[in-house]
């Protein structure tokens, strides 16, 4: 079992930055590839970003693509998601999410383990 947790979260101005965190409490996640995920009120999860183990495969949704960069420092066992000019469409919580062994990841990812989520709020 894995469990993430994410930090980073918090209120900011629309054209503002944030940078959300996520590591796996009591392991490494040795082969699995990450993605971050978010839910506004009211609508269904949404694929946001992806990277695989090797960071060699990316994945954007287009509504971030250009805003929002994914990396990970295995060494750190850290993945992260920064997010610069950021709208207020973008309110929504954020999870981490990490799926087993996946080389090339997709908007498709299909997750294996969950975060809780932390919220991310974008005042006009």
């Known amino acids: 079992q894995v469990q993430l947790v994410e930090s980073g979260g918090g209120s900011v101005q629309a054209g503002g930055s944030r940078r959300l965190s996520c590591a796996p409490s009591?392991?490494?996640?040795?082969?699995?590839?990450m993605g971050w995920f978010r839910q506004a009120p009211g609508k269904e999860r949404e694929f946001v970003a992806a990277?695989?183990?090797?960071?060699?495969?990316?994945s954007y949704a287009n509504s971030v693509k250009g805003r929002f960069t994914i990396s990970r420092d295995n060494a750190k066992n850290t993945v992260y998601l920064q997010m610069d000019s950021l709208k207020p469409e973008d309110t929504a919580v954020y999870y981490c999410?990490?799926?087993?062994?996946?080389?090339?990841?997709?908007?498709?990812?299909?997750?294996?383990?969950w975060g809780q989520g932390t919220q991310v709020t974008v005042s006009s």
């Open positions: 999410g990490a799926a087993y062994d996946i080389v090339v990841v997709t908007p498709g990812l299909k997750v294996d383990y």
């Open positions: 990277i695989s183990w090797s960071g060699n495969s990316i």
């Open positions: 009591g392991r490494t996640f040795n082969r699995y590839a």
